[in-house]
């Protein structure tokens, strides 16, 4: 029996796979980047366990997660660098794969 990453991420996580389904959706991926959707109530374990499932199989890569899918670029680089900065300015959060570590972005004013 084969088990999704995401659903097993969820399941450690304490996430249902329902509950993880409706948080979170990765909508598109490059080698290097991942840009992800998720709803606005989702917590920091669901933010988690999406850029795990989006980084899963990738050593260099970062999950860019976002609650506002106008803000999501069209298709994802294949570098950070080259992210909108319009687009990462409205980012919630960033998955960091390599460190396996969940950065939150705070906005200031």
């Given at each position: 029996m084969r088990i999704s990453s995401s659903l097993l991420a969820a399941a450690l996580l304490g996430l249902s796979g329902s509950a993880f389904a409706q948080a979170c959706a990765t909508r598109d991926s490059s080698e290097q980047v991942a840009l992800v959707l998720c709803g606005k109530n989702a917590d920091a374990a669901e933010l988690k366990a999406a850029g795990m499932a989006a980084c899963k199989?990738?050593?260099v890569c970062n999950a860019w997660i976002w609650n506002?899918?106008?803000k999501l670029?069209?298709?994802a680089p294949a570098a950070d660098k080259d992210l909108p900065k319009t687009s990462t300015g409205?980012?919630?959060a960033v998955?960091?794969?390599d460190s396996q570590h969940l950065m939150e972005l705070r906005?200031?004013?």
């Amino acid at each position: 029996m084969r088990i999704s990453s995401s659903l097993l991420a969820a399941a450690l996580l304490g996430l249902s796979g329902s509950a993880f389904a409706q948080a979170c959706a990765t909508r598109d991926s490059s080698e290097q980047v991942a840009l992800v959707l998720c709803g606005k109530n989702a917590d920091a374990a669901e933010l988690k366990a999406a850029g795990m499932a989006a980084c899963k199989g990738k050593k260099v890569c970062n999950a860019w997660i976002w609650n506002d899918a106008s803000k999501l670029p069209a298709k994802a680089p294949a570098a950070d660098k080259d992210l909108p900065k319009t687009s990462t300015g409205a980012a919630r959060a960033v998955w960091i794969n390599d460190s396996q570590h969940l950065m939150e972005l705070r906005k200031t004013h």
